[in-house]
């Protein structure tokens, strides 16, 4: 059997030998957790075909080279030059001809696997979504709720209609395999069909800040009976949320003021408001404040008017021009009810 005869059956089973080897060190499984969506498949299916001739294209580089090195060696006592060679006018249209068409196929593949992602379904439902530094808010308009957890029914597409209010962040939730980027200025639309029942993470994955790594939110996928008992409950939860108090949680809800201060007294990025109202809060420059309505109201307006002390300064809360007085008059008020 000639060289190329050893070598070609050698790049074989090296290809064999590593496209398996990585599937056994789990590395499918750490890039692509369980998928939970119609459009991973495609996704993973293209992922798996690359992985294939990216083992193939390792072992055709690998396998000669180490198989000259032992082969082809300088041999004792070895002095006289190697065969010069001019060229090779067939070995160069191949390799430029198979990478060609391979590339073409990946182009074909990718397509597919993009048009799969982006499928319309006519019976897709919307859902609004707002990121701001360094949390998510969901709304139902179909319902008017709004929520801080991502509720969906198993086997329904969901178009989500998202937008940033400040930086650019970016929607990921890795066991639906796609992601979005969530630009300030422009609405981008994602659309996903959940396939599997559970709760899931959404995490930003475009660095937005330095609080960046906590940006995660609950995507929970419900059998379409408990998606419809969620929405009633919040239907009704809205309904109530009348009174000065109700609106400022639903308020805090839509500005992400939940995603940095908790409303039970657990460590976040910001201050927490459970106890907050009417007791004394040491400050940065070592005074010591009250925490009245006047307090509030500029912290909400101006966060670096005075910054709570073992929080960042500047502080990494950004002012809310947008709130009117009412508006931050009910915020205040829940935060009273925190107690």
Known sequence: MGHFGIVGILVILMTVLTYFGLDAAGLAKQMHPVAASAQA????????WEMMVISFLFSLIVVPMVYSLAVFRQKKGELKDGEHIEGNTQLEITWTVIPLFTVIAFAYFGAYSLGEVRRVDPDAFVVN?????FSWTFEYPEYGVVSTELHLPVGRQVVLKME???VIHSFWVPEFRVKQDVVPGRV???RIT?????????RCAELCGVSHAYM????????????????AEQVK???????????GKLLATKNAC????????TAMTGPTWFNLYGSQVSLADGSTVTADEAFLTESIRDPNASIVATFASPSVMPPYPQLTDEEIANIIAYIKTLK
Do not use: F, M
């Open 129 to 133: 979504v707002q990121a701001r530094q």
């Open 188 to 190: 981008t639309e994602y």
């Open 164 to 166: 940033s209010a400040d």
């Open 194 to 202: 959940p396939t599997k029942e559970g709760s899931y993470k959404v």
């Open 237 to 247: 939860l809205a309904a109530e949320a009348q009174t000065p108090e109700g609106q």
């Open 216 to 231: 995660e939110n609950k995507v929970i996928v419900d059998s379409q009976a408990q998606y419809e008992a969620w929405v």
């Open 258 to 265: 939940v995603g940095c201060h908790s409303a039970d007294g």
């Open 41 to 48: 498949a495609s996704i993973d299916q293209l992922w798996h």
